[in-house]
C-alpha cells in the first residue's frame, strides 16, 4: 500500500509531500493543473519508462521517494530477498534525475538499477487509463487476465515446456555429434587398436629411456668396476684390514687401552667396506643384460615415442589420449541407440505437456464462462446491462502457457455483432469493461495499490455514480486512486486531494492539497458548476457526498 509520495524539483512542482491512506483516494483539479506530473512523478520512481525531461527548470537535480507499507506475506519481501536488499515492513524507493539524464535509483538507501525497481513495481501498483495497452486493448494480455481470475499455477506446464526444449536441443547436439564422430570412425577405430595393442603407461617412457641408456653404458664401465671389486676383496682391501685388525687386537692387552679406540674406528671402516662390497656386485649383477633386453626395450621406446608424434602429444599423455578415442569410438556405437533413448524420453515429456495442456484448456473454458457470468453481473450496475462480454479460447500454436489463445470479444448493443473489444467499444464503455474487470479480478490483487487515471471520461450522471460505487467497492480493504473530472466519483472518494496551478509571472508551480469536508464541498461544487460556483452548486455537492 502506497503510503507516502515526496517530489522535489520535478516539472511544475517544487516540493510536495503526500500522505495517501487505504480505501478510495481522490484527486481533481482544473486539466492542466498537473494530475499527470503527479502520476509521472509515480512513475518515474517506480522505474517506468517515460519523459526525459523531468527536472524543474533552473533546479541541479529532482528526486521523488515512495514509501510502501508491506505485510509480512507481500511478493515485495520475496524479489527483496533474491536480490539481497534490506526489508522490512517499510519499502522506500527513491529516485533521482539530473538535467543531463543521468538516473539514480535507491531501495532502502541501498543503490539498485531501474530494472530492480520495475520489478518491485510489478507487484506494487497497476495503472490504468482509458487507453490501457496492458490490459484489454492489449489481445496478447487476455490469457494472462483470464489465468489471473482462475488463479492457475502456470509452473507444471511451463517446467513441461522446458523440458521438451531441453531435450528436443539435446537431440540436435547428439545428432550432430553422432554424425561428426562417424565421419572419424575409421580412423578412431585404427587408433584405439594401435594404443590398446601398445598398452603405454605414464612414465614409462622415462623408464625406459634409464633403463636403455643404463644397458649401453654397461660394458664400458663394468672393467672398472670389476677391478674396484678385486681391489676392495680378501685379495686387496678386506684382507689387509683383517690382518691389522688381528695384528692389533694381539697387541691391545698390553697397550694399556692405547689401542681401543684405533680398533673401534677400524670396525667401523670395515663395516663401511662390506656395505660398498655389497653395492659394487649389485652392481655387477646388474650389467649383466641379455642383448636381447637391450633390443627389446629400444623397440617400446621408439614405438611409444612415434605414437606420441603421430598424435602430437607426449609419451605420458597416451595413456589419457586411448581413453578419450575409446569414448569417442563408444559414442559412435552406443550414439544411435542413446538418440532413440533421448527421442523416448522427449515423446514422455511431450504426452504430459499435452495432458497438462488439455487440463488446461479445459479449466480456461469453465474460467471464462465463470469471468463472463460475473462481468455481466458487474456491467449491469455500470448501465451497460445490454452489453454482452465473451471469452474466446481458441486453439493456437504450442508454448511455455498452453497450446491456446484467449481474446476478449464484445457485443455493446442488442443484436450487434460481437468483435474484439477495443475494435467495439468506445473509451467511456472501454473504461466501464476495464473496471469491472478489475472488480472480477479484485481477489488476485491483495497488495496492488490500483491506480485509475480519469477511468471515467466519456460517462456522466447515473453512470458516473455507478463508476464510483465500483471504485468504492474496489478500495475496501485495499487502496485505490482515482484522477477524475466526475463530481460522482469524487463525491465516493474516502480521501480527497485537488491539483492546482499558480504562476506570479515569471514561474509556474503546481500544487496539491488534501481537503477538508467543506473545502471538498467547494470542490465538487466547481466541477459541477465550472468557475462560478453558485449555492445551488453547493447543495447539489453537499446532496452527492450525502
Known amino acids: ?12 512542482i517544487d516540493r510536495l509531500d503526500l500522505d ?3 480505501g478510495l483516494n481522490v484527486l481533481t483539479g482544473e486539466t492542466g493543473a498537473g494530475k499527470s506530473i503527479l502520476l509521472d512523478s509515480l512513475g518515474f520512481v517506480l522505474g517506468w519508462r517515460g519523459r526525459a525531461d523531468m527536472v524543474r527548470q533552473g533546479s541541479d537535480i529532482a528526486e521523488v521517494s515512495a514509501s510502501f507499507d508491506l505485510p509480512k506475506d507481500h511478493p515485495a519481501r520475496v524479489i527483496l530477498q533474491e536480490i539481497d536488499l534490506p526489508c522490512d515492513d517499510e519499502l522506500l524507493l527513491r529516485r533521482t534525475n539530473t538535467p543531463d539524464g543521468r538516473k539514480t535509483a535507491y531501495v532502502n538507501d541501498r543503490r539498485c538499477t531501474g530494472e530492480v525497481l520495475r ?18 486493448l492489449n489481445s496478447a494480455g487476455h490469457r494472462a487476465l483470464l489465468d489471473a481470475f482462475a488463479g492457475h499455477d502456470l509452473g507444471p506446464i511451463r517446467a513441461a515446456w522446458r523440458l521438451m526444449s531441453k531435450m528436443g536441443k539435446e537431440i540436435q547436439q547428439n545428432r550432430a555429434a553422432l554424425e561428426a564422430a562417424e565421419r572419424d570412425a ?43 671389486a678385486v681391489a676392495m676383496g680378501t685379495d686387496g682391501a678386506e684382507g689387509m684390514m683383517l690382518d691389522a685388525n688381528r695384528w692389533l687386537q694381539e697387541a691391545a692387552d698390553q697397550a694399556e687401552g692405547k ?50 608424434r603421430k598424435h602430437k602429444v607426449q609419451p605420458d599423455e597416451l595413456p589419457a589420449l586411448s581413453g578419450d578415442l575409446a569414448v569417442r569410438l563408444k559414442a559412435i556405437d552406443t550414439g544411435a541407440m542413446h538418440i532413440a533413448d533421448l527421442e523416448g524420453e522427449l515423446a514422455q515429456a511431450k504426452a504430459t505437456y499435452e495432458t497438462l495442456a488439455t487440463k488446461l484448456l479445459k479449466s480456461r473454458r469453465k474460467a471464462g464462462a465463470e469471468l463472463d457470468t460475473k462481468m455481466q453481473q458487474e456491467l449491469a450496475p455500470l ?18 502457457d498452453g497450446a491456446d489463445a484467449v481474446l ?29 474487470l478489475k472488480v472480477c479480478l479484485t481477489s488476485r490483487s491483495d497488495g496492488l495499490t490500483l491506480i485509475f487515471d480519469e477511468i471515467d471520461r466519456g460517462v456522466g450522471g447515473a453512470t458516473a455514480d455507478a463508476v464510483g460505487r465500483r471504485l468504492s467497492s474496489l478500495a475496501k480493504g485495499g487502496q485505490v486512486l482515482v484522477v477524475t473530472h466526475s463530481p460522482q466519483v469524487a463525491a465516493l472518494g474516502d480521501h480527497h486531494w485537488v491539483v492546482s496551478k499558480a504562476t506570479d509571472g515569471q514561474e509556474t508551480l503546481s500544487s496539491v492539497i488534501k481537503l477538508d469536508d467543506m473545502e471538498r464541498t467547494d470542490e465538487i461544487a466547481r466541477m459541477l458548476a465550472g468557475d462560478s460556483v453558485t449555492d445551488q452548486a453547493r447543495a447539489a455537492a453537499r446532496a452527492l457526498l450525502g
Not at 500500500?1 to 511544475?12: F, S
Not at 587408433?191 to 644397458?215: I, N
Not at 655389497?278 to 615415442?305: H, K, M, N, T, W
Not at 464484445?410 to 469493461?433: C, D, H, Q, W, Y
Open 1 to 12: 500500500m502506497l503510503r507516502g509520495l515526496n517530489i522535489r524539483n520535478m516539472l511544475l
Open 186 to 228: 575409421d580412423y578412431l577405430r585404427h587408433s584405439v587398436h594401435e594404443l590398446e595393442e601398445l598398452a603405454p603407461e605414464v612414465g614409462e617412457d622415462g623408464q625406459l629411456d634409464a633403463r636403455r641408456r643404463f644397458m649401453q653404458a654397461g660394458e664400458r664401465i663394468r672393467e672398472d668396476i670389476a677391478k674396484a
Open 408 to 436: 476478449f470479444t464484445v457485443s455493446t448493443n442488442p443484436g450487434a455483432p460481437a468483435g474484439p473489444i477495443n475494435k467495439i467499444a468506445s473509451g467511456g464503455e472501454l473504461s466501464r469493461f476495464l473496471l469491472a
Open 383 to 400: 448501465k451497460m446491462e445490454a452489453a454482452v462480454f465473451n471469452t474466446d479460447i481458441q486453439y493456437a500454436d504450442a508454448g511455455p
Open 119 to 136: 520489478r518491485l513495481s510489478d507487484c506494487l501498483v497497476e495503472l490504468h487509463g482509458q487507453h490501457d495497452d496492458r490490459g484489454l
Open 259 to 308: 689401542l681401543d679406540a684405533p680398533l673401534e674406528n677400524l670396525s667401523r671402516a670395515m663395516n663401511d667396506l662390506a656395505d660398498a662390497q655389497r653395492g659394487v656386485e649389485d652392481c655387477l649383477s646388474q650389467l649383466e643384460y641379455d642383448p636381447l633386453e637391450l633390443e627389446q626395450a629400444e623397440e617400446r621406446l621408439f614405438a611409444i615415442r612415434a605414437l606420441a
Open 20 to 22: 495517501f491512506q487505504p
